[in-house]
């Protein structure tokens, strides 16, 4: 376990300042120091007396408060973390324009640590271009700024500009905290992934499928989304998964309904990582109707297997036949001889890398944590050490960065 930070949550004045709360609790959770400095303008809707308890510090709004401990400077300078949620326009605002005119702002003015800011406002302030600018801003500045999920805002409107959950708002920090920030090297750049078990049907209740959670794929998807990307994900058989910020989710089942969405999506795609677990065989016929025992059991113990088709070897097939320029890299999970397994089966499906783990003893599926290797067709290999998930798929992305993207000039030609 990650040892604990001193982490500030700011909280501005919107609808949304409600979930800073199951965000302080995430983090006290985790074991870390939270303080919570809140505007003026968020104590309208929730009380100081609740921030003070869940965080277990003194909550205070202005630079003239405990002058004596000097703590618009103090708060931080002590800081691990900084994570604003919800972040208004207005907040977004002052920040950008080096305001320090209470404490929140006081408080990144001085702040040397990793900032994180979760936007929420109405869909015309996110757009508005003098929002876009202050947000350009921040990013230069090596400040992290989330985009906002699209939902359900205040009355009924609907749009981008709704706060993420809280459950991401803190994993996505605590990626910062682990990586630095996240970086827009993905600007307009088009992303498919998949992600998840797939399931092949024996009768209408029984299934051939795996252990796969869908976390890495959505994980992936996530940090993509962070850095610029448009992106699409192909999810099969996932836990319980929110969707990436203004990621475009396709639900498929089996094998073969991923492989035609996949393949479909590969001519726009600058890069494609098959994350799916998908399954390697499918039963020759599916019956109509529940099969019974007694009645059906030779069979129930015979289920005779075909095949399915190779989805990451017929994408680079495509590559090959010009039909898609995307850089590609595939998922291999071992539970022996994980490098030399890894390292045949890249030669084998021609990816450009290869994330290679092993799940032995019930390791990665279904767990918050991964490790493993990246592989690369140039005969590179990078140890990913072990880490949650999202802190694994920024790693992973920095490494398809710096193997390089497809450049859009050439592709023009």
Same mark, same amino acid.
Request: aromatic share 4%.
């Given at each position: 376990?990650? +040892?604990?930070? &001193?982490?500030?949550?700011?909280?501005?004045?919107?609808?949304?300042?409600?979930?800073?709360?199951?965000?302080?609790?995430?983090?006290?959770?985790?074991?870390?120091?939270?303080?919570?400095?809140?505007?003026?303008?968020? !104590?309208?809707?929730?009380?100081?007396?609740?921030?003070?308890?869940?965080?277990? &510090?003194?909550?205070?709004?202005?630079?003239?408060?405990?002058?004596?401990?000097?703590?618009?400077?103090?708060?931080?300078?002590?800081?691990?973390?900084?994570?604003?949620?919800?972040?208004?326009?207005?907040?977004?605002?002052?920040?950008?324009?080096?305001?320090?005119?209470?404490?929140?702002?006081?408080?990144?003015?001085?702040?040397?640590?990793? %900032?994180?800011?979760?936007?929420?406002?109405?869909?015309?302030?996110?757009?508005?271009?003098?929002?876009?600018?202050?947000?350009?801003? !921040?990013?230069?500045?090596?400040?992290?700024?989330?985009?906002?999920?699209?939902?359900?805002?205040?009355?009924?409107?609907?749009?981008?500009?709704?706060?993420?959950?809280?459950?991401?708002?803190?994993?996505?920090?605590?990626?910062?905290?682990?990586?630095?920030?996240?970086?827009?090297?993905?600007?307009?750049?088009?992303?498919?992934?998949?992600?998840?078990?797939?399931?092949?049907?024996?009768?209408?209740?029984?299934?051939?499928?795996?252990?796969?959670?869908?976390?890495?794929?959505?994980?992936?998807?996530?940090?993509?989304?962070?850095?610029?990307?448009? @992106?699409?994900? @192909?999810?099969?058989?996932?836990?319980?998964?929110?969707?990436?910020?203004?990621?475009?989710? %396709?639900?498929?089942?089996?094998?073969?309904?991923?492989?035609?969405?996949? &393949?479909?999506?590969? %001519?726009?795609?600058?890069?494609?990582?098959?994350?799916?677990? %998908?399954?390697?065989?499918?039963?020759?016929?599916?019956?109509?109707?529940?099969?019974?025992?007694?009645?059906?059991?030779?069979?129930?113990?015979?289920?005779?297997?075909?095949?399915?088709?190779?989805?990451?070897?017929?994408?680079?097939?495509?590559?090959?036949?010009?039909?898609?320029?995307?850089?590609?890299?595939?998922?291999?999970? +071992?539970?022996?001889?994980?490098?030399?397994?890894?390292?045949?089966?890249?030669?084998?499906?021609?990816?450009?890398?290869?994330?290679? &783990?092993?799940?032995?003893?019930?390791?990665?599926?279904?767990?918050?944590?991964?490790?493993?290797?990246?592989?690369?067709?140039?005969?590179?290999?990078?140890?990913?050490?072990?880490?949650?998930?999202?802190?694994?798929?920024?790693?992973?992305?920095?490494?398809?960065?710096?193997?390089?993207?497809?450049?859009?000039?050439?592709?023009?030609?």
């Amino acid at each position: 376990m990650t +040892e604990s930070r &001193n982490v500030v949550i700011g909280v501005s004045g919107g609808i949304a300042a409600y979930k800073a709360c199951h965000l302080i609790r995430d983090f006290k959770e985790r074991g870390d120091d939270v303080r919570v400095v809140p505007t003026p303008n968020a !104590l309208n809707f929730v009380g100081a007396a609740t921030f003070e308890a869940l965080s277990g &510090n003194p909550v205070d709004t202005g630079v003239f408060t405990r002058v004596d401990e000097v703590q618009h400077v103090r708060v931080g300078q002590e800081a691990d973390l900084i994570v604003v949620a919800p972040a208004t326009a207005d907040v977004v605002a002052r920040i950008a324009a080096g305001r320090a005119d209470d404490l929140l702002t006081s408080t990144i003015l001085v702040a040397t640590c990793p %900032v994180v800011v979760a936007p929420a406002m109405h869909t015309e302030m996110w757009l508005n271009p003098a929002t876009q600018a202050n947000i350009r801003t !921040l990013r230069v500045r090596g400040i992290t700024v989330l985009e906002p999920a699209h939902g359900r805002l205040t009355g009924k409107d609907t749009g981008p500009g709704r706060l993420l959950e809280p459950v991401q708002i803190a994993e996505l920090a605590r990626t910062v905290a682990e990586t630095g920030p996240l970086g827009r090297g993905l600007e307009g750049k088009q992303v498919l992934i998949s992600a998840g078990g797939t399931q092949e049907n024996i009768d209408p209740v029984r299934f051939i499928g795996n252990r796969s959670s869908g976390r890495q794929g959505f994980a992936l998807a996530e940090i993509a989304a962070h850095k610029g990307a448009r @992106v699409t994900l @192909v999810a099969g058989d996932t836990d319980e998964l929110y969707a990436p910020a203004g990621a475009d989710v %396709v639900r498929v089942r089996s094998t073969r309904d991923l492989e035609v969405e996949m &393949n479909a999506r590969a %001519v726009d795609a600058d890069v494609i990582i098959m994350a799916a677990a %998908v399954a390697d065989f499918r039963p020759a016929s599916e019956s109509a109707s529940k099969m019974k025992k007694g009645r059906d059991t030779d069979a129930l113990t015979r289920i005779e297997l075909v095949e399915n088709p190779d989805v990451l070897r017929g994408l680079v097939d495509q590559r090959r036949a010009g039909e898609t320029a995307a850089t590609i890299v595939g998922f291999a999970a +071992e539970t022996d001889n994980v490098l030399d397994n890894g390292k045949a089966k890249l030669k084998r499906k021609g990816a450009d890398m290869l994330m290679v &783990n092993s799940v032995a003893g019930g390791a990665v599926f279904g767990q918050a944590r991964n490790s493993g290797w990246l592989l690369g067709s140039d005969g590179s290999v990078r140890e990913v050490p072990d880490g949650p998930k999202h802190v694994v798929a920024a790693r992973i992305w920095d490494a398809i960065e710096a193997f390089g993207l497809p450049d859009p000039r050439e592709l023009a030609n």
